[in-house]
Structures are given as C-alpha cells and as structure tokens.
C-alpha cells in the first residue's frame, strides 16, 4: 500500500518562530488532508490539498502532486499551535481512505 | 457542522471482557471508519464501512469486528480484549466540509 513519511518527528520552537513540516508520500494520490491534533486528542481537519497552495491564517499548506511531497508551513507560532501534526493520503483506488503518517509533534515554548 | 460523537471518552476494561465502542454520524455519510491511534505509529485502520451491513477489513482487523446496522452508527467490537488493544481509538467519516471528520476519540485501558 502506499506510505507516508513525516518530517522532523519533532521540532521545539521558541514562541514567534516559523516552522515547516513535510510529508512525503510513495503512490499518486486523490487526496491529502493535514491535521491538528490537540492535547485533548481532537483531530482537527486543516487543510483539504491533493495539490496546490492554500492559506488560512498563520497556516498554508502546499502540495506538489507530480513530486509527491506536501509542506506545512505554520507563521509566528503559539503556544497554542503545539500538538501533534498528522499528513494523510487518500489513494487512487478509492473507498476514501486514508493512510497516515507517523506525524510530527511541535512543541512552542513561551 | 458535521458532527461524530463517540459514546465514551475513556474506558477501563478487563481482559477477556467483550467491549463495544460506539460512534454516531449526522452526516447521512456512506463511509464511516476506525482507526487506532498508537504513540509513533500514527493512525491505522481498523475496519471501515461503505454502506449500511457492509464493512471492510482495514489494515490491523485482527481481534476486531464491527456492526453497522444504521447508517448513521458504527460500533466496534473487541471480542475478548487483550492488554495490546490498550489504545486511541477514533471514528471517522468523509462528510463535512475539507474532508474527513473524527470523533473526540474513545482512550480504551484493558488491565
């Protein structure tokens, strides 16, 4: 099946920095979702990005289909951005699932 | 808002002990799933339905099974819960807007 690669596994940033996440993925796929998931354990959707740029906020998120990869980019970061940053893929042969990688956890310190 | 509600935020169970995990969909979806969540291995799926009596095995099915007799309701079950089944567990569905979303997550403890 296909595989999802995330990287750093971590990353521990000081309040206000930027920060880029990656995600590489083996198979051409329909769909790619970036989530948040918080303390609480709650996912929360982000982004919507089987290819191209979007932004929403301090957030944007591209995805490059051709060369497999995605990148989030997170803006002046906060305390509240900690939490664990999961990629996940929807591959070409349907039913809507997704595969997921191992995430990365961000960790903002004050 | 789509919304997916799992009946438990946390359960402490017995090993051996028949466990149900239930999740309620208000999205009219076709799809509904179950992953498991473990620290350094990501999500993974369990079981996923596409349809009402309908399942499909995920890529971790062993020692589970599911029900979906409403389209709006997927259970999961453990048969006979074992220490290694301790875990996250999340329902999700396609429906909403931007793609999947997931229950709060039922934290399942089999002593």
């Known amino acids: 099946g296909i595989q999802v690669e995330q990287s750093p596994p971590d990353l521990i940033l000081q309040e206000g920095a930027n920060s880029t996440l990656r995600c590489n993925f083996s198979d051409s796929v329909n769909n790619l979702q970036w989530f948040h998931q918080n303390p609480w354990g709650q996912l929360i959707n982000l982004f919507y990005?089987?290819?191209g740029t979007k932004q929403n906020g301090r957030l944007s998120a591209t995805t490059v289909a051709t060369e497999r990869y995605s990148l989030l980019y997170i803006s002046s970061s906060q305390t509240t951005d900690s939490g664990v940053y999961f990629c996940?893929?929807?591959?070409?042969?349907?039913?809507?699932?997704?595969?997921f990688g191992t995430g990365t956890r961000l960790t903002i310190i004050p | 808002d789509v919304k997916v509600t799992q009946s438990s935020r946390y359960l402490v169970k017995r090993t051996g002990e028949k466990v149900f995990l239930e999740c309620v969909q208000d999205m009219d979806h076709e799809n509904m799933f179950w992953y498991r969540q473990d620290p350094g291995l990501g999500l993974r799926l369990i079981y996923f339905s596409y349809d009402v009596k309908m399942k499909e095995k995920g890529d971790i099915p062993e020692g589970y099974s599911v029900s979906r007799e409403k389209k709006e309701r997927f259970s999961l079950i453990l048969e006979s819960a074992s220490t290694n089944q301790t875990s996250m567990y999340l329902c999700?569905?396609?429906?909403?807007?931007?793609?999947?979303?997931f229950g709060s997550g039922t934290r399942l403890t089999v002593v």
């Open positions: 990005i089987p290819s």
């Open positions: 999700a569905t396609p429906g909403g807007v931007g793609g999947y979303t």
């Open positions: 996940a893929v929807e591959s070409n042969f349907g039913n809507e699932k997704l595969t």
